[in-house]
């Protein structure tokens, strides 16, 4: 070893990754297709489900109110007062999802810290 060259000194590990001595692991990318395929399919089912429940609840919803779109029910539902029997599903957490946080500041320079602590330790 110390009778390599030192212009030479990296070519060991270049001979090692040559094309035709690479070996593909066809296993993991099976795994790792299957993996996505079984997730993809969970998920899709999840969201097909929940959006088959909406459906059906806002067909209720229509039949219930005699064939009134369900909008114009609950504009008029809204007038009286009753509009909250009218909010199904998602329209629930609205309010949830769209309240600015209370520490906006802080979570925002938590976030960022966090991103590049994560971004250093991945390049390490």
Known sequence: EKDVKYSMRHQKYYESFEVEDLELHWNSIIHASMTVLVVAAFFSFLILRIVRKDFMEHERMRKASGGVDVSAAELVADEAGG????????KLVRGDVFRPPRYALLLSAMVGVGVQLLTLAGFM
């Open 83 to 90: 509009g909250a029997e009218l909010e199904f599903g998602w």
